[in-house]
């Protein structure tokens, strides 16, 4: 596929001079992937209960505000490289994706007005608690791209895949302000694909290495400090 100057070449940028051995890797932290995931059943159960009510309201705002269904649903690429929906509250029009990128830059024409609010506090990412109670996510992990972004990854890059992605990621809490970053290109999405895309794979890589029960509830807290930030 060849777009605005995007291919695979322009996406092999993760630095090679440190190769993982992910086989040795994946191996050495299956206790740390056994608790990560006992946590995530836990932690997901109760934040849903907990949730429950602040979820019927949220659905409630957004049906009075705005056509469409309460949640949006979108095929992402997850652990060794299968297809599923992820779960958000609606954030967009209607059809959003047919309209625009499959990015979202600065002040998108197509965000709603209750959209605005659940994006700016990440209100709308936690129906993702549905897709990492059945097992599709995490919450933590490389964040799950679609499709067409991930057919860009090299061999190596594709590693990020051998781990369920998450709710946040090391590469969402230093790109916490992406969207106005994009805002100020020429070509949003080739700038996505070409400088931000292989940096937050090189950070994932980062994050498989550093894998473990206590460095998720680090990043946790520090999405919650960026987040207040």
């Known amino acids: 596929m060849e777009n605005e100057g995007i291919n695979n070449e322009t996406v092999q940028t993760t630095e090679k001079q440190n190769i993982v051995d992910f ?24 934040g849903l209960l907990f949730l429950l009510i602040p979820f ?3 659905a409630i705002i957004i049906k009075a505000t705005s056509k469409g269904p309460v949640f949006f649903r ?9 297809e599923f929906r992820i779960y958000k509250f609606r954030t967009m029009v209607v059809d959003a994706e047919k309209k625009g990128m499959q990015i979202t830059v600065g002040a998108d ?14 209100v709308d990412e936690l129906p993702q608690l549905i897709n990492v109670l059945i ?34 990621e090391l590469a969402s809490i230093v790109y916490r302000d992406e969207n106005e970053v994009l805002a ?12 931000i895309m292989p940096k937050k794979i090189a950070l994932n890589i980062e ?5 473990g029960f206590w460095y998720d509830i680090k990043l946790i807290f520090m999405t919650f400090a960026a987040i207040l930030k």
């Open 184 to 195: 100020k290109s020429e070509n949003p999405e080739e700038t996505y694909i070409n400088e």
């Open 207 to 211: 994050y498989m290495q550093k894998l």
């Open 56 to 58: 019927l309201i949220i």
């Open 74 to 82: 979108q095929v992402r690429v997850g652990k060794d490289g299968k």
């Open 135 to 168: 097992g599709q996510m995490s919450f933590v992990g490389p964040r799950p791209e679609v499709p067409r972004y991930v057919a860009l990854y090299d061999d190596y890059q594709r590693n990020i895949l051998r781990i369920k992605p998450g709710i946040t």
């Open 109 to 122: 024409s197509r965000i709603t007005g209750i959209g605005k609010f659940l994006r700016k506090t990440k």
């Open 23 to 46: 086989d040795a890797l994946l191996k050495k932290k299956r206790f740390s992937l056994f608790l990560k995931r006992c946590f995530d059943i836990t932690a997901s159960a109760l």
